[in-house]
């Protein structure tokens, strides 16, 4: 089973939706991610997981850019650098020719 975490109108997104075959897709904004997905994404990944150049990350206060990032991802989801791939319990996050080439 594969899932998408992502938002419905990300482009990256979308490209991604489009080479995945027999994918659940589920919009960050809307559903959230769930907390043990985000936490292994977070050891998976590390601060690689939070959008620093987000519209989101852009409108946090320095103080609130300092909290954990775990703490930020479950309050913004937004946040979140997409999309994020759940494939067979191994997570896969943004877009690149290399993950594509993995699932695709």
Request: hydrophobic share 40%; net charge neutral.
């Amino acid at each position: 089973m594969t899932r998408l975490f992502g938002l419905k109108n990300c482009d990256t997104c979308r490209k991604a939706l489009k080479v995945l075959n027999d994918v659940d897709f589920l919009d960050v904004r809307a559903d959230g991610v769930p907390p043990q997905v985000l936490e292994q994404a977070y050891a998976t990944f590390g601060d690689a997981l939070v959008n620093s150049r987000s519209t989101t990350w852009r409108g946090l206060s320095e103080s609130e850019r300092a909290r954990p990032a775990l703490e930020l991802l479950n309050e913004h989801p937004t946040l979140m650098k997409r999309p994020l791939i759940e494939r067979d319990g191994v997570l896969y996050l943004g877009w690149s020719a290399k993950v594509e080439a993995e699932l695709g």
